[in-house]
């Protein structure tokens, strides 16, 4: 069960749109997905309608240390996805978390409990540094960190997400590797000479950093991922072939492709996904898809 974390200690980057389309496409090419959503403002956990809902979720599993996924685990209308959601009203989390001896290893130690059962497991992240930001990437096999094409963007992403691997090094000590960093360049402007030097640059910087490595796949700022947003389905789903007249391709081949990139043994699952027919919890066939 590969653990992928999407993490950025810069808010607004698209790190739950990323979370939630990743998993979309992967029910949909019949894996068994989990969204973990680690946000104290808990948008994952409302971005797809749920079909039946948990007594329970992150708070339970991380206080203490609920295994039953009865108890945990909340069912969405998508086939094969599931969410453990954000609960923490109180905000309670993080302060507990940062006195346990076990704090930032504590999600480490119960991915037992869902490795059985699931196929693959989402971490959505808080966008500010902190102990459970730390926990997701200290649990994960590889972290995706979306970064918008900004100078802003760019800059924040050295003092934060960079550094946050770096001071996580140590843990190497306990025989536990930091996981590699991909970055994602997220919402391309279809015209910008600003945007496209802060990609060349960002490749240029981390061509040969050990480590860390920038996604061949980019993710254009096209409107269906806010139209998919706004409906709760993937957005795979809302926009399977290219618009007439635009360059970016359609979001079907860039998810498709980012899932490819960052799971290459389910290239050939994901590239079966069309976006046109999909089962729903009823086991009837439906179209959710938008005509292009």
């Not at 930032?104 to 459970?132: C, E, K, W």
């Not at 000479?193 to 490595?213: C, E, M, P, W, Y």
Request: net charge positive; proline share 6%.
């Amino acid at each position: 069960m590969p653990v992928i974390s999407v993490i950025s200690t810069k808010g607004g980057v698209g790190k739950t749109t990323v979370a939630a389309n990743l998993g979309g496409l992967a029910a949909d090419a019949g894996l068994r997905v989990l969204l973990l959503d680690l946000d104290a403002q808990p948008t994952l956990s409302s971005y797809y309608e749920l079909a039946q809902r948990a007594p329970g979720g992150l708070y339970e599993l991380l206080t203490v240390n609920e295994t039953d996924l009865s108890r945990l685990v909340s069912h969405t209308v998508i086939d094969g996805l599931d969410v453990l959601l954000s609960n923490d009203a109180h905000r309670q989390l993080g302060t507990l978390l940062l006195h346990a001896a076990d704090g930032r290893l504590r999600l480490r130690n119960l991915l037992h409990v869902f490795r059985p059962h699931y196929d693959l497991l989402l971490i959505d992240t808080q966008g500010a540094r902190s102990v459970m930001l730390e926990m997701a990437v200290l649990a994960s096999d590889l972290a995706v960190s979306p970064v918008t094409p900004e100078i802003l963007a760019a800059r924040e992403l050295r003092r934060g997400t960079l550094q946050l691997v770096e001071d996580i090094a140590p843990y190497r000590q306990l025989g536990i590797q930091p996981p590699p960093l991909y970055l994602l360049i997220n919402r391309i402007p279809a015209i910008s000479s600003n945007a496209r030097l802060v990609r060349q640059t960002l490749r240029l910087i981390f061509k040969d950093h050990a480590g860390v490595r920038v996604l061949d796949t980019e993710v254009p700022a096209i409107e269906a991922f806010q139209r998919a947003a706004t409906r709760g389905w993937p957005v795979h789903r809302v926009e399977y072939r290219r618009p007439a007249g635009r360059q970016a391709p359609a979001a079907l081949e860039v998810v498709r492709e980012l899932a490819s990139e960052l799971c290459p043994p389910w290239r050939e699952r994901f590239a079966q996904v069309t976006g046109k027919q999909v089962t729903g919890k009823t086991g009837r066939r439906h179209s959710h898809a938008e005509p292009a």
